[in-house]
């Protein structure tokens, strides 16, 4: 036998790694095979029996009885095979029973290695198997050493890393530490399965929700998004499949107990729970809170919306930073732009100003035109003439002259701005030029005065001071 008690080696790593049994024991034959063959010759038709009770290996060398031998690997004489069964016959195969003694030192050792290396194998196998059901779960493990900045932390079978992009700003570990996170990615890779941890992904935020809240964790409660600044604000929205069970109270718990004990371990990240709705107006409301919403305005096309705020909430709803706006854009999945009301009342003023610039626009139509969409003359040139006409309630000619004069007006505001901003003509710049020189030369004058009344006085003081 190549390894003593090898029924006991076999059964104590199956169970140390978690690889299966059968595993190991095809990994075994295979590697006693190229022994087998390292001594007998590469064309040898060999076969390995384990018995599975007692623990022992048996190996046959098949061999084809042949009137003339062309290939010893695999071929032997009916004289040669009188020696083994006494009843052969030309064309039947004998199966030579081979004392594994007789591979040597040097074969020996090679079925060793092969045996390490399909073992290192079989466990790597093993490993993404059992990790591959984890992806997207939150894991326990203990941290064992840092590199270049990446945690790598021990998971009892195999090792995870946690790359810096990937835990919370302002978290500090040390050897031995314990630390959860989320399975973010589970990786086949040649040197073995690559565990991919993550303390910053959103769905580390709802798996949190998921093992505190037990009506969560039951169905009842749906987790429909969360959004995050991690280490700072995050933003997680939920829906109740029962009438009865209020899912923002439910999160939050008796006291708030629930939502304080994911806050304590994501490190005082503050949290928004935003009651979801499937009125996308009322969600952006709700997902803007604590800000008091006055009116929203909805471009479907664009997934876009205007939020109008009273001028007191405009710095709430924008949050520190522009926090809790793009909080809610990504919770929403929606582009949000906050205004608010005396901004909001400036541009409409403008807009109408605008559209009445135009010789069949009055203040109603511009009414019109306004709650269409339409807000600005810019508006009215990128429309087309008939969904213009169909808006005015006029002839499709008339729409068109509505848009060459919409064109016609706004050429004239360029125009204006344009000269508004057109920079100093070069007479004005020799003008300038010829003003400061003046100035310069005033100076030197005044300067060339100064220093000669310095001088008259000093003339004086000096006759008056002479001795008679």
């Known amino acids: 036998m190549i390894i003593t008690d090898i029924k006991r080696v076999i059964d104590q790593v199956s169970r140390e790694k978690g690889i299966d049994a059968e595993v190991l024991i ?38 084809e009885v042949v009137q003339e031998v062309e290939f010893p690997d695999n071929e032997l004489t009916l004289e040669q095979g009188y020696e083994y069964d006494p009843e052969c016959e030309i064309g039947d195969s004998l199966g030579i029973r081979i004392d594994t003694e007789e591979f040597g030192r040097i074969a020996a050792q090679s079925a060793k290695q092969v045996i390490i290396q399909k073992m290192r194998e079989a466990e790597r196998n093993a490993v993404y198997e059992n990790f591959i059901h984890k992806k997207g779960k939150i894991i326990n493990g203990i941290v064992q050493r840092f590199d ?50 993550s303390r910053t992904h959103p769905e580390f935020l709802m798996e949190l929700f998921r093992t505190e809240v037990p009506e969560v964790a039951e169905g009842i409660v749906k987790l429909q998004g969360a959004a995050r600044v991690p280490g700072v604000r995050a933003k997680i929205a939920v829906s109740s499949t029962d009438s009865d069970v209020d899912p923002v109270g439910a999160c939050v718990g008796m006291k708030g107990n629930r939502v304080q004990n994911i806050v304590q371990e994501l490190r005082g990240e503050k949290i928004d729970i935003v009651q979801w709705s499937p ?29 109008i705020v009273n001028d007191e909430y405009l710095s709430i709803a924008i949050g520190k930073g522009g926090q809790n706006v793009s909080l809610a854009c990504e919770i929403t999945g929606w582009h949000l732009e906050v205004t608010s009301e005396e901004e909001y009342s400036r541009e409409v003023k403008l807009g109408y100003e605008s559209l009445m610039k135009l010789d069949n626009v009055g203040l109603p139509m511009a009414e019109i035109l306004f709650k269409s969409g339409y807000a600005s003359l810019m508006d009215i040139v990128e429309t087309s003439p008939e969904e213009l006409a169909s808006v005015m309630d006029i002839s ?64 004086v003081m000096d006759d008056n001071g002479a001795e008679p």
């Open 148 to 197: 270049r900045g990446s945690i790598i932390v021990n998971l009892g079978q195999a090792e995870a890393v946690l790359r810096p992009k990937e835990q919370m700003p302002r978290e500090n570990y040390k050897r031995g530490d314990r630390i959860r996170a989320y399975v973010m990615d589970v990786l086949e890779e040649s040197k073995g399965a690559q565990i991919i941890l």
């Open 279 to 307: 009125d996308v107006a009322r969600f952006v409301c709700n997902a803007l809170s604590p800000a008091e919403i006055s009116r929203v305005i909805i471009d479907e096309d664009n997934r876009s919306m205007e939020v």
């Open 396 to 459: 499709l000619d008339e729409a068109e002259a509505t848009v060459v004069q919409a064109m016609e007006r706004l050429k004239e505001e360029q125009s204006a701005a344009d000269e508004a901003a057109e920079p100093v003509s070069e007479k004005d710049e020799l003008s300038a030029e010829e003003d400061v020189a003046a100035e310069d030369v005033a100076a030197e004058d005044d300067v060339a005065e100064n220093d000669a009344a310095e001088e008259s006085d000093v003339d």
């Open 26 to 63: 095809n990994t075994l034959k295979e590697a006693v095979v190229s022994a087998a063959r390292k001594k007998l010759g590469p064309r040898a038709d060999i076969e390995v029996h384990y018995d599975g009770k007692s623990g022992e290996i048996e190996v046959f060398h098949f061999k």
